[in-house]
């Protein structure tokens, strides 16, 4: 299905969050954030700045 993200799960490793994902049934990659960046997205209610797959 294209334009489709598939994530299974994710990973806490250190002061990171580990998230493997499928696209659109051709590919594979890993994204990765520091948790303290998410959390504060999350609480200001304010967009997370776009960063590439690791």
């Known amino acids: 299905m ?8 994710a990973i806490v490793h250190g002061e990171r969050l580990v998230v493997p994902y499928g696209f659109s049934d051709t590919g594979v990659a ?9 959390l504060d997205a ?9 960063t590439g797959a690791h």
């Open 2 to 9: 294209p334009n489709v993200v598939y994530t299974c799960g």
């Open 30 to 38: 890993v994204a990765h954030l520091r948790l303290a960046d998410l």
């Open 42 to 50: 999350l609480l200001s209610n304010r967009p997370m700045p776009a």
